[in-house]
């Protein structure tokens, strides 16, 4: 079955840089189709999409937060990897990773989410 | 940006009630919409996509219609564990976006 577990530190502090790890199983990401994208949400409020990858490497990002996101994924680890820049405050959210189905761009699949506070 | 606009975002409701959840796309998105259960500290659980195909193992009281801007989530008659915060998600073009979320409280 699938599963993704996302990883990375529950505290950051401003102006640093925030790295994710997502780590899955039950699907490779070198299959034609797929692909792994990440969604936030900050304490009580809505979803907010982030970023995805495909399994030819396209990467896609909000433009909103572009300058800032870099998405990457180690297909020998079967891990996709979300850094993003200079955070600050606003951004304190739990980041979840998800699997993208075959074909078309929404998630089956929900990492558990992981709490990241941004606060010196 | 295609913005999605839920409504109502609160919804007080109780057991067994037909509960009907709008969502309405800023511009038209043929069927290109997801609808998703989160309930508190969960990740979001996949219902609905193409508007009306349910996913598997959703139980069949949940059910979605709609095409163009204009959708719905129908719960036909409500459980106890259905009371949760629904979204929607159009994935007809990028940036992918989320509605702002529907609350269905007791």
């Known amino acids: 079955q699938i599963t993704l577990k996302e990883s990375g530190p529950t505290l950051v502090k401003p102006t640093q840089t925030l790295t994710l790890t997502c780590t899955f199983s039950g699907f490779s990401l070198t299959t034609s189709g797929l692909g792994v994208g990440w969604i936030r949400q900050p304490p009580g409020k809505a979803l907010e999409w982030l970023a995805l990858i495909y399994w030819n490497d396209v990467q896609r990002y909000s433009p909103s937060l572009k300058s800032r996101l870099t998405i990457t994924k180690d297909t020998s680890k079967n891990q996709v990897v979300l850094t993003m820049t200079n955070v600050d405050p606003v951004d304190t959210a739990t980041y979840y990773c998800?699997?993208?189905?075959?074909?078309?761009?929404?998630?089956?699949?929900w990492g558990q989410g992981t709490l990241v506070t941004v606060s010196s | 940006d295609i913005q999605l606009t839920q409504s109502p975002s609160f919804l007080s409701a109780s057991v067994g009630d037909r509960v009907t959840i709008t969502c309405r796309a800023s511009?038209?998105?043929?069927?290109?919409l997801a609808w998703y259960q989160q309930k508190p500290g969960k990740a979001p659980k996949l219902l609905i996509y193409?508007?009306?195909t349910l996913q598997s193992g959703v139980p069949s009281r949940f059910s979605g219609s709609g095409s163009g801007t204009e959708f719905t989530l129908t719960i036909s008659s409500l459980q106890p564990e259905d009371f949760a915060t629904y979204y929607c998600?159009?994935?007809?073009?990028?940036?992918?976006?989320f509605g702002g979320g529907t609350k269905v409280e007791i």
């Open positions: 511009q038209g998105i043929s069927s290109s």
């Open positions: 998800a699997h993208r189905v075959w074909n078309y761009d929404y998630f089956d699949y």
């Open positions: 998600q159009q994935f007809n073009s990028f940036p992918l976006t």
């Open positions: 193409a508007a009306s």
